[in-house]
Structures are given as C-alpha cells and as structure tokens.
C-alpha cells in the first residue's frame, strides 16, 4: 500500500511572502540550489525559507549565472553586478545575458551585441532584420540570435538568415533560443518549437506533431534530468518521462502570462509571472496518503452535521473564507462519503473511520426523519439561523419548527441513500444500527411501492424525477426507462436484503415478470443521438453494485451483466476508477486498474473550482458535437490536473469551464473509489 508516486505540489509566493513585487521578469538558480528572482522593484533571494530582497533596483530584464557563480543584473540599460555596480551602460534596453564555451559573457540589447573580453567589453551593431530577442552562442562560437524577423547566425563567415521561407522554423516570429549539451539549438516561436542541429536539419514539434499543448512560445528551460519546461502566453508545459503535461489556471499559476522559468536540481520548477512566482515540486507520495489529506480537509471545511459536500469560498481562493452549502443533493454526496468511510473501516478496522461513517449515516437518517411525510427523505436540511448558503427550491419547516428541510426530492437522493444503506449495513453496522437502517430503508421503500412507485411530494404530485412506475417508464419516460428501471430494481433488491420483507421481493419481481424491468435495463446508458448526461452515468453504477451483489439469479444476473458491459464499454475511455473498479468487482473482468491508478494519482491536492480553459489547444482534438449544455469538447479526455475540478458525475470531455475559485470540492470522490479498490482488492 505504499508504493510512491510523483505528486504533484503547487505553491504560489508574492509580496506576502516577501517578494518585492509580484510582476517578476528573471528567474535563476545558483550553484547553491538557491533561487534569485528579478522583478520590476529589486533582485530577491530566496533561501528555502524565506524571501530577501537583496537590490532595490527598478525594472530588471534579466538575469545570468556565469560558470564561476558570478550574477549579472540586466535592468534597463544598466548591466549590474550583485552588489548594484553599474559595469556596463548600454545603449538600449537590455534583453539577455549568456556565456560562451570559452567563458565569455555576451550581452544582447534590442540593438547591440556585447561581448566582454577580458575587463572591457566589445560592442556590435545589430542586425538590420529586426530587433534582437535573445541570443545564444554555441561551441563553434557562432552567435544565433532570435529577431521578429526570423533566426540570424553569425560567424566568420559573416550572417546567414533563417526564415520559414528559406528553413524548416514553423515562423519568422522567433522569441526565444537555448542549446542543450548536443548542440542542437532549440528555438522558439509563435508556431511552436524547432530542434535544429546548425546546419540543415531541423525538427518541428507543435500541436499535431509532437503534442505541444500551446504553441506560443515565450521561453524554453531545460531541468536536470531532460525535462524541457515551455513558457507561453496562455501557461507552461513540461516535457517529461515522454509525454507533455499542461500548467495553467489559478491551480498552477497566479497569472497565465509566464514571464520567466528556474529549476533546481531536484526539478522544482519556478515559474515568473506578472502577479507572482509559482513554484511546481514533484514529490513523492502515496494514494493512502493522500486519502489522509482529502480526509482532513473534509473534517475542517466539509461537515456539516455529518453532511459532506463542497463549500462556498466568500473569498475566490481564500480558503478562511469558507460557507457551508445546503445543496440539491445533500443526501447523495453524503451517501457515497458514507460508503467511502464503510470501505475503509472494512479494509484498516479504524475506529475514526467508523465514527466518521457513523455520523454521516446519522445526518443521511435525518434527512427522512425531519420530514412530514414518513418515507420521504429530503434534499437537505438546515438549523434554522445557521450560516449556510441555501440552493434554490422548496424548502419547508419541520414539525418542530427547529429545522426547514428541502423537498422535490430526486432519484439521484434515494440511489444515494440506498447505495449508502446497503454497504454501511453489511461492512460496518452492529445489530442496533442494522434495526435502525432496516426501519428507515422500510419506510422509504414502502413509501414508493405502496404510491406505484413514484415519490410523491407534499403537494401530491410525484417530485420531479422521482419516477420509477410502468405507467411512466413503459409510456412517455423512455429516455428514462433504461435508468430508472436500474434504479429500482436495485432499491426493492437491497430492500429485501435489508429488511428480509417479501413485498419488496414480490414488487421486485412483479416489475421484472409484467412490466420487463430486466430487459429495460439492457440499453440504460444513451448514446447520441439522444442526450448525453453524465450524472446518470454516477446513478448506474452506484446501482449495479448492490443489485449485483444481491441478485444471485443466474438468468436476472446474465441480463444485468448484459447492461452493465454495454455501459462500461461506453465508459471505459473516461478513465474513471469509480466505473472500472465497480465493473470489474461485479463481472471479475479485466478493468483498466493501471488508468484507473494513473486517474487517481493525477487527481490534484488543490480542488478548489478554478477557472479552467482548454479549448485554445493546439494538442486537442474538438469533437463535433458539444455536450448537452452546448460547451465545446474534446475526443478523449484530459489528465484531471488539467481539466476542470469535477466529481465523477461531471462531463471529462469538456474544455472550459468558468468557475473562478468560489468553491471547493470536499474530495470525496477520490476516496470512495480508492477504498472501493482496496476494499475488493484491485488496490
């Protein structure tokens, strides 16, 4: 269980932490692993611990290391060293610093070139192509340099002109340069990357063709162990272990706009921007430990009475501004932290796990016992006075007048509740708490049969898609046949296992036998041209688990297999470990666990809902067909560190979603999953 993994960390430094300004222009690493930023108000240092402003000089450019640890301080037309001595005055602003093989340090402004020989410098006219963006020299000592023009190198033999006219370079548009220990010179442009060796051969990588998620590239920074780290516009991306990884959005960046890249020896990357510096470590870590994480983040910002759910940020991002939410489904994200905390007692025997577990099933009971209507259980229920932000709809005062509960309950409350019920019954649940589920699992259910399987509501009237009778799902609801013949087939079987009462038996049979609930259920999960919605897919597997586990039928469990492959085959390209580990618990089938694995590791520490765009990306195939909201999205799914914060109830294949860190998820689908596995032994 504790095999290590590279987890992903995010730090943000600013003013706060010492900086003396947030818009930062240079980023180096000294011999020391020490890290110097450069910004608009002075030179920083940071030390591993805290930020020291070091130069109080205005506008810094850009910064070097020479190979004797020497610093140079590019800052406007000066050239300082570390002490502030003025050691060169340009003519124009200065762009780069650089050394060559025989430790000479070359200088570019947009209108010069600099060589110092010796204690004096040596000065250039620049090129008449345009002005000058960067500079590099190789080991032959020719001089390349990077223009808006094209790419110009300079030798003893005078100038040669690149251009994608006369060259292979995507772009005329050169920003940046740097050559790695081979030689090859890695340019970069507005149309990606080009590895070219000098001479003749050059090598494209961008969107198509080699996978660059953004091709608008501003600055290139090689790490210690061939990583290659890409600044552009609109984020950073990392080349590493063979494949691209996107970083961008307040989970990774304060500002998108990457203005500069250091990296120390261990590959913690720092990464410049006009609101502040981010810093990317990889460490390792375990997926227990971050159960452990997620676990206590829940306990200090997610429980509400034993409700856990997301909450509110008043603040964007300020976690100590946290609100408490009385959402639409209460009950149904409670109900799968409930079977979280049931699978891991059941794995680890501890006792926190069982409290925690205990006083959620507890806050899941009063949501049918603060009702007026014995069986019907509400969305949510509030103290009255409490700070909470309430979701729209019908919200109603207990009998006692203490509590206002919310009503117009869904199918998606009763496939929590019943998921929750039947998993904490059989892993956690002493003879006391079994009386207790058996009674409010019986007034539920015969609630719904005794009113021809419908949930009927204060007014009379059936609530909005709490709808499971024939006359319904064999008549007008077709598109919700398949689904909610699942549903309550899995409600009346679990019942029976429950509360041992052959009327749940007998109407669960009365729906297979005359009303063909079974074979309704073959073709649940729609496809297009019908709608697509990913909500339902949650509600079908969190059903085929205990109707699975309870029917033992061999001709009712052929049929129900029958479903369950179709609808997993349609899944499985979603990479999600809560569908592949449900599908492969219940057929003993091969079930992605190694994508499964990989989903959760990615899944990042930050859930916050951040603003998220990908729909810019030049490694991204758009599908013709948007979702069922009209948002544009991709083929195949993106890494979960790159897309949207989303519970397994949200759309994987969508791009952009504009959420602006108002709230943060609670991490309850990372746990259910990951104790589900451990628990069935697929972890």
Not at 59 to 79: H, K, P
Not at 375 to 393: L, M, N, Q, T, Y
Not at 634 to 650: H, K, Q, T
Request: charged residues 25%.
């Amino acid at each position: 269980m504790a095999d290590k993994y590279q987890q992903k960390f995010q730090t943000t430094h600013t003013q706060s932490e010492g900086l003396s300004s947030n818009d930062i222009r240079a980023i180096v690493v000294d011999q020391k692993d020490r890290v110097w930023t450069g910004t608009t108000k002075g030179l920083c240092l940071f030390d591993g611990k805290t930020w020291t402003q070091i130069l109080a000089v205005d506008d810094i450019s850009t910064l070097f290391i020479d190979r004797g640890g020497e610093i140079w301080i590019g800052a406007s037309t000066r050239l300082l060293n570390v002490s502030g001595e003025t050691v060169f005055q340009a003519s124009d602003d200065i762009q780069i610093i650089t050394e060559d093989s025989q430790g000479q340090v070359w200088m570019a402004t947009q209108n010069q070139l600099c060589c110092r020989v010796g204690d004096s410098w040596q000065c250039f006219n620049g090129p008449e192509a345009g002005h000058i963006r960067s500079l590099a020299v190789d080991d032959e000592l020719r001089v390349w340099i990077a223009t808006a023009a094209g790419l110009i190198r300079c030798d003893s033999d005078g100038e040669r002109f690149y251009t994608e006219k006369n060259s292979k370079l995507p772009s005329s548009d050169v920003r940046c340069l740097i050559i790695d220990s081979k030689g090859h010179l890695w340019i970069g442009t507005n149309q990606g990357i080009s590895i070219f060796d000098g001479r003749g051969q050059c090598h494209q990588i961008d969107g198509k063709n080699g996978g660059l998620p953004c091709e608008n590239v501003y600055r290139i920074a090689f790490g210690p162990q061939g990583e290659r780290w890409i600044a552009t516009g609109i984020g950073a991306a990392l080349w590493q272990n063979g494949k691209w990884e996107y970083y961008a959005s307040r989970r990774w960046l304060p500002n998108d706009l990457v203005t500069a890249i250091g990296i120390q020896q261990d590959g913690t990357a720092w990464l410049g921007t006009p609101d502040g510096i981010s810093q990317i470590q990889k460490r390792p870590y375990s997926l227990e430990a971050k159960t452990k994480h997620f676990e206590s983040r829940i306990q200090a910002r997610h429980n509400r009475h034993g409700f856990v759910t997301s909450c509110f940020l008043e603040e964007p991002g300020d976690l100590n501004t946290y609100v408490h939410e009385a959402s639409d489904n209460d009950g149904l994200w409670t109900a799968l932290y409930i079977a979280a905390e049931s699978f891991r007692y059941a794995v680890t025997g501890e006792v926190e796990a069982k409290e925690l577990g205990k006083k959620s099933l507890k806050a899941l009971m009063n949501l049918e016992e603060k009702t007026s209507i014995d069986g019907f259980p509400a969305r949510s229920i509030i103290k009255k006075d409490e700070k909470v932000i309430k979701s729209h709809g019908e919200w109603h005062d207990t009998p006692d007048g203490l509590w206002e509960w919310k009503g117009d309950t869904s199918s998606d409350e009763v496939d929590g509740h019943i998921f929750a019920y039947s998993v904490y019954y059989d892993l956690v649940a002493d003879e006391a708490e079994k009386r207790q589920i058996a009674q409010v699992v019986d007034r539920i259910m015969t609630y719904i049969v005794d009113n021809d399987f419908l949930l009927i509501d204060l007014d009379g009237e059936p609530t909005r898609w709490g709808v499971w009778s024939p006359r319904y799902l064999n008549g007008a609801w077709k598109l919700q046949q398949g689904l909610n013949s699942l549903e309550i087939l899995a409600y009346l079987k679990t019942a029976y296992h429950i509360t041992q009462k052959e009327k749940f038996q007998k109407a669960y049979l009365t729906l297979v036998h005359e009303h063909h609930y079974a074979l309704n259920m073959i073709e649940q999960k729609l496809m297009p041209p019908n709608p697509v919605n990913h909500s339902d897919d949650e509600l079908a597997f969190i059903s085929y688990y205990p109707l699975l586990k309870y029917e033992t039928d061999p001709d009712l469990r052929a049929i129900y297999l029958l479903s369950l492959e179709r609808s997993w085959r349609y899944e499985r390209s979603e990479r999600c470990p809560l569908w592949n580990f449900i599908y492969g618990v219940l057929t003993g089938n091969p079930c992605d666990v190694e994508a499964s694995l990989e989903t959760l590791r990615l899944i990042p520490i930050d859930l916050i809902c951040w603003s998220v765009q990908n729909s810019h990306r030049a490694d991204i195939e758009i599908g013709t067909d948007a979702d069922r909201h009209d948002r544009t999205q991709s083929i195949e799914v993106l890494p979960p560190d790159e897309r949207r914060m989303m519970r397994w109830n949200g759309n994987p294949f969508q791009l952009d979603s504009a959420r602006a860190g108002t709230e943060e998820d609670d991490g309850t689908f990372f746990l259910l999953p990951y104790w589900l596995g451990r628990y069935h032994g697929l972890i």
